[in-house]
């Protein structure tokens, strides 16, 4: 028979691992709206600032003359 320390232990193990479960259930919601509304326009915002982007037509890559006209 097992000692009564290594049961509780598996226990104590079991359970927190379904704690640390709950806790990334609970996070991955407020990580994905942070990721499609923060972190995706942000990097949108950092490709276009790159960029020349005229109405019609295609992008063109400007990104130290786009820089220069800020100074």
Known sequence: MAA???LFSRSAA???????????AYATPAALVVGV???VPLGLVLWMS????????????NAPANFTLVI
């Open 14 to 24: 079991a359970r927190r691992s379904q704690y640390q479960l709950a806790g990334i």
């Open 37 to 39: 509304f923060f972190l």
């Open 50 to 61: 790159l960029h020349q982007w005229p109405l019609i037509g295609d992008p063109t890559f």
């Open 4 to 6: 009564p320390n290594a």
